[in-house]
């Protein structure tokens, strides 16, 4: 994280949707998908049954909110938080088959996938193990090369969506506190998740200066092109008020911008 | 079942495939695909998981063989045999998701999805039923207009293909008895399941004389564009075998035909 | 709901619960379970994951509650709320698996399960339908001929359990209307949920008295040794505290009572 | 495996089964059962569903064949066979649940689980992982002490046991090919799995001489308890019947014994 990053006027403000299963609800949708740019849509291996994948894709078609796929590890039961040991075969098939659903939902809603960002478990294999990115980004590309890889900024995941010849937008965090080495702090570590007035100031330090405030009080380089709204903190609506009004407030546009080169 | 029809030089072959299960093989899908001119891929609700989805398309692909989408409901201890009384909108939801998982295989190996074609419980009571034949062939319309749909031969399922706009496959069966009212003989009772040999008899008569004979010896009428092998039946590629050289030798093609109108 | 009986002075107040799966809650168990004498804990087929089942038997235990096992349709998806074609074999075997999942977790905790009530779409169909009533009351004997079988009072579900052997208890609803024949106002329908003073009000008719007004305002006769307080109602506290007041004031003990007979 | 250990006049021959689910069949358990002295009941998670649970406890009850459970990791799709990183309060729920399934089937036959042997990642990992193991044994423990726990010979998983104060029952194996430093030859390699021949002489030697020729000719001690036929083996009938032959006709008694202390 230390690149130098220009001052930039635009910026992509994600959130992950679609976690509802069957009768159990999940997240804020309704009122989450308005002020976001683009959308993550589970795709019913982690969560997300296939009534929710249509509405959710219906709802941010809607609202003209971008859509993406949200694949996850198939663990409806640990909610894709837990790792999975598949072969790369085994992931590639499931990659495939997940973001296939987001696709024919989307299609029903005139509309296409434009990018796919990993869950849970995955999403953090991928940021650190090389061949679990590269099947990942392989898996995206051989279904269609011009889908948008979405990973943690700066990871092995973006790494290998660029070896891949994927587009890419490399992910920042707005609600989470971020430690001195780049990290994100555990969410069980005191102080992990931040309010409204935090995660905007973080916003606005991201997609403004390029930088975040860690939690020794450090001041790290973040390359970002889109930041998370986690739609399952309770404080997710508030936050993403609050991290729009900072963003306008300081000029900058809330876009779901095409992918980098 | 008392429409006149031609003679005919040309009719399409189908099985059900890719009805294995994770470690749980089910049929010769091997040696069975070569043998047919189209298959209907189970799409992971009733059976096959998405390796099995992804290795079945490709297999089709690489015999030349037509791919098509085989939903049922989604019950994979029931293998999609026992009815589930889903509402209009969640059947909806599955079979566009369900299909959307073999048409992103089949995007993976360069084709597309050409047909769809509902499984056990779901394709009976398809053929009965005119909500379910409604609901089916409108998610398959608004997914993708220019989709075949598959049915029992002159059911409601075809007729509400028809209405949807749909072009559609009227299906007969090589190798199982019909009743004198147009029924299969259910498979509890005896004589439900016929060899190669008579198989290939009655496959015939389905393709030039557009006849069957019934179970009490009378002769039907019957419509059908395509004529499907069970793939779970142990005799299932020594049927194919014999089918098509019946057909074959009297001069019929064995192609996946264009849809009708 | 003809047949006369006497006042009461005790009654059992059920509440069905364990109803989370993996990362989704559901009801408000920890603030409803203090407040009943008996809970019905979901199996791990409609729902309940086995830390759920676990977490639930504990707590119930924790309050000197009496445990009883809820199984369902094993269809997550649905809920258990749609009803499934299985064959009678399979919903006995289900049905054992379910049961043994709960005794396990009483087991662990140094209690028993003391009654089973089945769930959603199964304990309609029991209620009507003499086969689903008969298959269920056998298994529930053949697993244990100490368990207590509970069911719509006056049902189908009852003569079957009686006729197995069973001991049992007849279950009304405190919490919803009642039509003037004895069935329960469809949830589709207004007026169909009763807030915390009617469902106080109802709770207290069924068991100082033994009827229910009906939403036409007839008097109906209703005999039950338990009254369910539904633990997904959003009232559900709220409607769990009011009955206790009502009946507590008037002298009516709430406690999970032996079977009948 | 260095362990001296005396001749001995009796063993238990173990085989895993009930591992078909719903549709798909697995494992020839109607004549593989009659051939062994124990077995382990796949519990629903990795394998088997309900009706085939308590078809497979009663068929091993007619032939007055020991029951055990069979628990591992939630996973269907992947048969147990892929490490899944569950917390160890989910793996206590879990196991607790899948034993329970079995304890249930076996009450309806009117016997008991005598043992518990994890399958597949789960029994692999709990032989080197302590953490897996001691959350194993004491979920074993807390739900039924008199429980034997079966785990690979030697390993962490039997001291764990020792140390919950369970009995235990060491595992070796006829039909797998063991390397020089007593692991088993992985499946991948060529010569891992033995035919009748060969894998009967192992058991007899695992009996007998409380020896095995590992695959470089050397010679490791082994002490076992119970010898494991797999069931998924195509040989797997001819293996047990070969090595039932061997055993006896060295006047080696095959029978299900009590756990060691």
């Known amino acids: 994280m230390d690149r130098l990053a220009a001052t930039r006027d635009e910026i992509d403000l994600n959130a992950d949707v679609g976690e509802s299963f069957g009768p159990w609800p ?3 949708d309704d009122d989450l ?10 795709c019913g291996a982690h969560a997300g049954d296939p009534a929710t994948i249509l509405r959710t894709v219906a709802l941010a078609i809607s609202h003209g909110v971008v859509v993406g796929a949200h694949p996850g590890y198939p663990d409806l039961a640990g909610f894709g938080r837990r790792e999975l040991d598949m072969t790369p075969a085994d ?13 024919a939902a989307a299609r029903l ?29 392989e898996a995206v590309r051989d279904l269609d090369p011009g889908l948008v890889l979405v990973g943690l900024a700066e990871s092995r995941s973006i790494a290998a969506g660029r070896a891949a010849g994927l587009a890419f937008s490399e992910e920042a965090f707005a609600d989470r506190r971020y430690e001195a080495d780049g990290s994100l702090r555990s ?13 905007a100031a973080q916003a606005l330090a991201i997609a403004r200066d390029r930088t975040v405030v860690a939690g020794d009080g450090s001041r790290l380089s973040v390359r970002a092109d889109t930041i998370c709204i986690h739609g399952d903190s309770p404080d997710a609506v508030a ?8 963003l306008i407030g300081a000029g900058i546009r809330i876009a779901s911008r095409p992918p980098d080169g």
Chains 1, 2, 3, 4 share one sequence.
């Open 26 to 28: 999940m997240g804020a």
């Open 33 to 42: 998908i308005p002020l976001v740019s683009s959308v993550n849509v589970a």
């Open 91 to 103: 992931l590639r098939a499931s990659l495939v088959v997940q973001i296939g659903a987001v696709q």
């Open 109 to 137: 809603g005139g509309t296409t996938v434009r990018h796919v960002k990993p869950h849970g478990a995955l999403y953090n294999r991928a940021a650190r193990d090389e061949r679990t990115a590269t099947t990942i980004a």
């Open 187 to 199: 969410r069980l570590r005191a102080g992990a998740l931040l309010g409204p007035e935090d995660a």
């Open 239 to 246: 936050i993403a008020m609050a991290v729009r009004a900072a």
